[in-house]
Every structure is written in C-alpha cells, then in structure tokens.
C-alpha cells in the first residue's frame, strides 16, 4: 500500500492518494465569482486523487474576505461549472470546500457573527487591503442557527449543480463551524455550547443537512484538532473531537480530513500538544486524508503504516501542477513564492510548470 495505489472513495476511483489540499488564493472577481484563470488552475492539478478547491462561501454573511469565492448566487455556480467541466475534461476529480468565516471577518454593514462575542486575537486584511486586528464579533441568537445550517445545504446543492464530484465541510483553521467545536471561543449555554456534544451539534447538523442535499458519499469533513491558527484553543480536544467524530460517524461521511502538521510547521500544534490524529484515525469508520506539512517520505510511511489512507499536499500542489507525478518519480519540486499565494493574476497561479516531457 503506498501513494499510487488506486483508491475507492465511494463511487469514485481515485488513480493514487495524493490529494490537492483546499487553498484559498483570492484571485476572485467582483460578486466572489472564481476567476476565468481558475478552471486552468485546477485543471492543470487534474491528476490528483482528488481536488478540494479553496474554501468558498456559503452565504454573503461570510463574504468579506478580497478576492474570496461563493456558492450562494447564480453567476458562482455558472463560474464554477466551468472549472469543474475543465478538470473533468483533464481526468480529474475535484470537491467543493464549504466555507463560513465566522469571527474572521471584519465589520462591513453588520459585524461579524460567531457562537460568541470573543474575538480572535488574530489580524486579517480588510477590503482596503491593510492587516487590521479582528474585531469582537457578534453572538449567533440560537433561532439564526438553523439559517445557517440550510444554507450549507443548499450550497452543496449548488456544488452538486455546478458539477462538483463532493464537497468538503470547512470545519477547520478557526472559522465558523471551528469555532463552534472548541470551548475557547464557544461559551453558549444554549444546546450549542458547553458540554462537547453540544458544541458539536452544529457541525453535526451541517452534515445532516448537506448529506440529505447530495449524499453523504459525496461529503468529506476537514478537522484541525490541534492546531492553533486563527487564535483557536480547546481545553481538551481529544475530547472534543473524538466526540465530534463519533457523532459523525453515524452519519457516514466519504472522508475525514485531519490537519495537524508534523512538528517544524508553521501549522504544527504548540510544542508539548497531544496529537489527536491517531485517536480520529481508531474512532472514524471511514477514508482518512492526513494533512500538514509532508513530503513524500513522510506520506508514504504515513500510508504505510495505517495513519492514514490518503494525504493531502497544500502548498507543493500549489508549486508543482504535476505533483503525482514528480513524487511517483522523486523528481525534483519546484519551491513556491509565497508573495503570489494571495490574489494577483497568472504569476504564480497558472505559471509554475510542469516537468519537462
Ligand atoms: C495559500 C494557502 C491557502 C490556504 N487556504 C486554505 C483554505 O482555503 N482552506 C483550508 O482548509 N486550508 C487552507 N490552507 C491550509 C492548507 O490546506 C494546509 O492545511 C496547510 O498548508 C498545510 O499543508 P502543506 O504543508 O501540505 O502545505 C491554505 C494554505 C495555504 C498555503
């Protein structure tokens, strides 16, 4: 068993385990419509296990990130179907990420919503371009809940619509439904907060919702246990996400996507934190997809030793349009050029090229 043995993830044949992992890269247009130069992009990664595209918005609540992308509007899905056409034509696979920035978001007309007013002790670029520390945002009253968790329905609806093959649940980095899970920035007494369960529930009835919207075959979920990205803490999330996991079990996702960078990354869990990955790994009955920080070496023994079925590779996807196929041969990676990971055009999006024939 290794990175190029086929893979059967529901009714999708996946060539070999190398998934692209979701990247937002802000190159969107105006009404966050992907940009034409997208279906490129990704198509060019075509021959991936599969490709979670970068996190895209459920609802204009989320919306205010530059450059940012949506499912929510008629002219999205439109955009969209041409990316997913152009990855089909090149043999790919590719899954939506479902996304709902929650607290991390700066005040436009409303503020920004979050299971409670604490705010992440974090900074993020606003409309005008600068880093601005986030503000306090706004607790959810328990009857907007609901809303939200439709919304994410009808968003796989669209995915579906727009020719996606899945869609990822974005419950990871800090954002909305992250935000939810961890009792650092989750303190509703209502049947949203406190006990781990309840903290879950909202992430549980996303899932419910976006299974019975396209199937549960066609949904993956993506956790960050540990990391602390986007000011996020948990008192125990062995606790915390085992549970969340169990309770997602029932419901028979077609992944589980488990971030927690191998020490040394810039996304590794602070020094002295568990790993909670292989508890994730024993509790959850399906497919998992490791993620953070790894290279073939580490994929491979990771494979081979049963921490995970499939790995994802964020940024040396982003820098090699041909990943599989370098690692298949251990060829060299092209490195990558952070300046271009956020918005801007072609350089660095569509230009990093392929190996030679
Ligand atoms: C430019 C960039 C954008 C990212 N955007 C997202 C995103 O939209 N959704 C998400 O879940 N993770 C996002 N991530 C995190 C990656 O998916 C991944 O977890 C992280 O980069 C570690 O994997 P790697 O070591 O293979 O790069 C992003 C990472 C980078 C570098």
């Keep these: 068993m290794h990175l190029f043995t086929p893979f059967r993830l529901g009714s999708l044949q996946l060539p070999n385990r190398v998934i692209m992992a979701p990247m937002t890269r802000s190159r969107g247009g105006a009404g966050c419509v992907p940009s034409p130069l997208a279906g490129t992009y990704y198509a060019q990664r075509a021959s991936a296990g599969f490709i979670v595209t970068e996190a895209t918005h459920v609802s204009a609540q989320s919306a205010t990130t530059p450059g940012s992308v949506g499912i929510y509007s008629a002219a999205q899905v439109e955009g969209w179907r041409g990316v997913t056409a152009a990855v089909h034509a090149a043999g790919g696979r590719i899954f939506l990420q479902l996304w709902h920035v929650g607290r991390i978001a700066h005040a436009t007309e409303a503020l920004p919503v979050a299971p409670s007013a604490i705010a992440a002790r974090a900074e993020r670029r606003t409309a005008g371009g600068e880093m601005r520390p986030l503000p306090v945002p706004r607790a959810l009253a328990i009857d907007e809940i609901a809303g939200i968790v439709a ?19 974005h419950a990871a980095n800090g954002f909305l439904i992250d935000q939810f899970l961890r009792d650092g920035s989750n303190r509703r007494d209502d049947r949203y907060g406190g006990a781990a369960a309840n903290r879950a529930r909202f992430l549980i009835e996303i899932a419910a919702a976006v299974a019975g919207a396209i199937d549960a075959e066609r949904m993956g979920v993506r956790l960050s246990p540990t990391s602390s990205f986007n000011d996020m803490q948990d008192s125990d999330p062995a606790a ?22 191998l020490p040394g990354h810039a996304m590794a869990p602070p020094p002295g934190t568990a ?40 940024v040396k996807f982003l820098a090699n349009p041909d990943l599989p196929e370098r690692l298949r041969r251990d060829a060299p990676l092209n490195p990558a050029n952070p300046a271009t990971f956020y918005g801007g055009g072609a350089e660095g999006y569509t230009d990093y090229p392929p190996l030679p024939e």
């Design 151 to 169: 919304q994410y329905g009808t968003a796989a609806a669209h995915a579906r619509a727009a020719g996606f093959d899945g869609v990822e649940i």
């Design 240 to 261: 915390t996400f085992g549970t969340a996991v169990t309770l997602l079990n029932e419901l028979r996702p077609a992944y589980l996507h488990v971030v927690e960078a």
């Design 275 to 314: 790993r909670v990955a292989p508890e994730l790994r024993r509790l959850f009955g399906g497919p998992l997809v490791l993620n953070g920080g790894h290279d073939r070496a580490t994929a491979e023994a990771a494979i081979a030793a049963g921490e995970a079925d499939l790995v994802s590779f964020a």
